[in-house]
């Protein structure tokens, strides 16, 4: 993606103080970047406290390659010593909370992509890349084109790029975003991990709809409390502008997040329960399972819905893959999809590499392969 450019005030309006603004005008910057080792001439150079070491330590390899700004915070003991021995080589900007700016600072440099894109943030303990995969092929096959961040990889659902991460660094969720808009997307789907949202990767997208699949106790080696780890997930239903929330309410912190945020989106709860009376109050909508029943190569579905009612046949198995397609009909219903044309996408959706999955089939007998070593850990 080639990129014009950019006045450095511009991108750091509001980021800043503002008597720092004006030793900005006149500066123009080619990229931002974090890695010293892609640091270019004329890029601007991101240094704040990383998880496990700080962007300063970095600064002055990045000034030799050429940067042209530097834009720092933290508090680093030699913090002082490495400022003073690049300040007169290259503009240094003092930025406070600068880890969680990066994102809408790059999403002003790539010229907001989310503001012209419906994007779908899907956090949970698990299901998180099956709601995101099943989400993508049903949006794809009414050739609405979707992209997608995940487990996976980034990009398009049969191009995928791996990361290794399930939400990558902030810079890159921009300019990922930005090159899924520019190749024509209406729609992305992005898993959304407890990790990202707790170090601000996705601060500065403008989703639109936010999907809870569960909650469970889950790194906490790196939250250290439950709580702490629902603080982090609670953040993505909190995103400004943010319209809609699809949220499980046979999950207990899903029916109290359902409360909580009801005041200021629409919550679409769903449900693998017959009868939905006990969770009245909880949601806007809901969506429901009448009827499981399961068959040898999938399973059998009567669902009630606010635009109505129907059965159809998913070629998926387990409860936890029912309560999945729930959650992405009704993620299909806020976006504006019919209920006809979500169960006829819904149908025709197919297992993600590497969870459970129909492997082979021979005279009758169903092999079912579940691969455990392929699940990656979310960060």
């Not at 680093?76 to 690049?86: G, H, Q, T």
């Not at 500065?204 to 106790?217: D, E, K, P, Q, Y």
């Not at 200021?264 to 809901?286: C, N, P, Q, R, T």
Request: glycine fraction near 8%; hydrophobic fraction near 40%.
């Amino acid at each position: 993606m080639m990129q014009n450019e950019i006045a450095l005030d511009y991108l750091l309006e509001g980021f800043i103080d503002d008597a720092l603004i004006d030793r900005c005008r006149g500066v123009t910057v080619n990229a931002i970047v974090q890695d010293n080792r892609k640091a270019r001439s004329g890029d601007l150079f991101i240094a704040h406290q990383g998880y496990n070491t700080h962007g300063l330590l970095y600064a002055q390899d990045a000034v030799a390659k050429g940067v042209t700004v530097v834009l720092w915070d933290g508090n680093l003991e030699n913090r002082n010593e490495i400022l003073d021995s690049i300040s007169n080589k290259v503009l240094c900007i003092q930025c406070d909370d600068l880890k969680y700016k990066v994102g809408p600072i790059a999403s002003r440099y790539y010229e907001q992509p989310s503001l012209s894109l419906d994007v779908i943030g899907v956090t949970g303990t698990d299901g998180k890349t099956s709601i995101a995969h099943f989400l993508a092929q049903c949006l794809d096959a009414y050739d609405v084109h979707c992209g997608v961040l995940g487990t996976l990889g980034n990009g398009f659902i049969n191009d995928l790029h791996p990361t290794g991460l399930t939400t990558v660094d902030a810079l890159l969720v921009q300019k990922t975003l930005a090159d899924i808009q520019q190749a024509g997307a209406r729609h992305v789907v992005m898993e959304v991990s407890s990790h990202g949202l707790d170090q601000g990767r996705v601060n500065g997208v403008a989703f639109t709809t936010a999907v809870l699949s569960n909650m469970g106790a889950d790194h906490l080696d790196y939250h250290g409390t439950v709580d702490n780890y629902a603080a982090a997930k609670r953040r993505l239903f909190y995103t400004p502008g943010l319209s809609s929330a699809v949220i499980n309410l046979d999950d207990e912190f899903g029916r109290k997040l359902a409360k909580e945020v009801s005041e200021h989106v629409s919550v679409w709860g769903y449900s693998l329960e017959k009868d939905i009376s006990k969770y009245e109050g909880y949601a806007d909508y809901f969506v429901n399972a009448k009827e499981i029943k399961p068959f040898d190569r999938g399973t059998h579905l009567s669902v009630s819905t606010p635009n109505g009612e129907g059965c159809f046949d998913i070629p998926l198995l387990g409860r936890f893959n029912v309560s999945n397609a729930l959650a992405v009909l009704s993620t299909l219903l806020v976006s504006q999809f019919s209920l006809e044309n979500s169960i006829s996408s819904l149908t025709a959706v197919h297992s993600v590499d590497g969870r459970v999955e129909i492997i082979a089939e021979d005279n009758e007998v169903l092999l079912i392969g579940l691969f455990l070593a392929s699940l990656s850990i979310e960060r």
